[in-house]
């Protein structure tokens, strides 16, 4: 018979102390909501940490222990601010609920190497605590601006009946007003035709740069992969400029012609630095076979490298397309009345009109811009298989 390892408890002032910190994380948001950030940092530790310490000394029992913080915080985030806050402090109950258990029976070390010294897990969980909190304040503005656009007031906050999630609170007229309001679709029609031709032309321009610069036998490619990537690196407003007065000159300025131009410019990088990393792992033996068997340059290019290159390809033209779609600054400077594309007339509701339906294209954007990524990371691995970089 093997006699069972007991659970190895940890330290009071180990897990009481992470569980604080995190109290204190939240408080910041609870206490400038409130009017005091260092009252909430303060009570949230406090409180947090006194939870953790009754769980695990007085409780024990870890199902009664979770629903019962559970419950009590979520009554205390009703009292405080109605439903919306029985909804985060219910979310807010399970999470400080589970992560003391999860600290004080020691199953955080159950997904680390066992021979890692209490410094390395310690970095271990909190690089990925940091890496969470980045990404947390990175989509919470994005977060926040989708359910604005379902105000049913021509306000940029929460209105009262949104917060206690009344349906007399939410209404689509944002979107409707997108949609009938002859200023936006105009916008709309605009950057439908300036987007995809800018993204034709990146595409075009920006693979044959990047073949041609993969070959060994071309001089000086670093200078020029430097050049002809600089629009991702110089500040937009000086490349604005430039172009502004660089087609002035030649009479492009205020026309069709040099939006599309000014958009392919400011794609073409992304193009090419997709399809270079693409061409990374491409097999140059394959194209001199093809020129063995009697191909033809073109051909080669077409039957050969193309379908070996093509995810690289289209996903730097969704990179290109999104950015001729997204860009303002360039389009202000080298466009007029009849260019004016959807950003455009965003920053124009934003500035002049203060109007709420930009909410609502903004919803929309970036609802498109998570389908094409979405496209991107397909074509990324479906590039990877083809490489025998990944399993299939």
Known sequence: MVALTPISRTQPGFYVSVVAAFGAFFGVFIGTGHGSMIAGVIGGAVLMGLAALALTKVVKNERAGRWGLLILVAIAGYAVAGFPGLFIGTVLGWFFGFMTFWLYEGRYRAKVAPYLTPGQVLWHFTFRTL?????????????????????????????????????????????????????????????????PVATLLSVGFGTLAAIGLSQPHVPFRRAIMAVLISPMIVPLIISAAGMYFFYSRVGLQGTYIGVVLAHAALGIPFVIITVTATLVGFDNSLTRAAANMGANPVTTFFRVQMPLILPGVISGGLFAFITSFDEVVVVLFVGSAGQKTLPWQMFIGLREQISPTILAVATILVFISICLLTVVELLRRRSERMRGMSPS
């Not at 969470?132 to 304040?137: K, L, Q, S, W």
């Not at 007399?168 to 035709?193: I, M, P």
Request: proline content about 6%; hydrophobic content about 50%.
């Open 131 to 195: 890496c969470g909190a980045i990404f947390f304040f990175l989509i919470a503005p994005i977060i926040i601006v989708m359910p604005l656009s379902f105000n049913a007031e021509n306000f940029f906050t929460f209105t009262p009946e949104m917060l206690r999630f009344d349906p007399a609170g939410y209404s689509l007229k944002h979107y409707r007003d997108f949609f009938t309001n002859d200023a936006w679709q105009d916008a709309v029609k605009n950057s439908l035709r300036i987007a």
